[in-house]
């Protein structure tokens, strides 16, 4: 279970440190905005992927067509003070990507 705290740990790193304001702002208007944002966070979990012995390619494709399909949903939704409940869906869908390519070999 000690990997799965390293792919969380990627999550983070990826989905959050390395994702600027700007990016954040702007992945729903630009597609590249929102490329670019996936294939870091899919590069964070495929380190981390790595360096546990877990790489695989079908883990790649995975983690970066799920993180776009999700961001994408929620980049275009609403952004008002009640609507703050949309990061629960998004950050959920995500740790079961991880769980995913953390069991499945």
Same mark, same amino acid.
């Given at each position: 279970?000690?990997?799965?705290?390293?792919l969380?740990f990627a999550?983070f790193?990826?989905?959050?440190?390395?994702?600027?304001?700007?990016?954040?702002n702007?992945?729903?208007?630009?597609?590249?905005?929102?490329?670019?944002?996936?294939?870091?966070? !899919?590069a964070?979990?495929s380190?981390?992927? $790595?360096?546990?012995? =877990?790489?695989?390619?079908w883990? #790649?494709? *995975? %983690?970066?067509?799920?993180?776009?399909?999700?961001?994408?949903?929620?980049a275009?939704?609403?952004?008002?003070?009640? !609507?703050?409940?949309?990061?629960?869906?998004? $950050?959920?869908?995500? =740790?079961?990507?991880l769980?995913? #390519?953390? *069991? %499945?070999r």
């Amino acid at each position: 279970m000690e990997g799965l705290v390293w792919l969380v740990f990627a999550h983070f790193v990826g989905d959050y440190a390395l994702q600027s304001e700007w990016m954040a702002n702007n992945k729903a208007r630009y597609w590249v905005v929102m490329l670019s944002h996936c294939i870091i966070w !899919t590069a964070m979990i495929s380190v981390a992927l $790595q360096f546990l012995g =877990l790489f695989a390619l079908w883990k #790649v494709i *995975f %983690l970066i067509i799920g993180h776009g399909v999700m961001d994408e949903w929620k980049a275009h939704q609403p952004k008002r003070p009640d !609507t703050w409940w949309q990061i629960y869906p998004d $950050q959920a869908w995500h =740790l079961c990507q991880l769980l995913v #390519v953390f *069991f %499945l070999r």
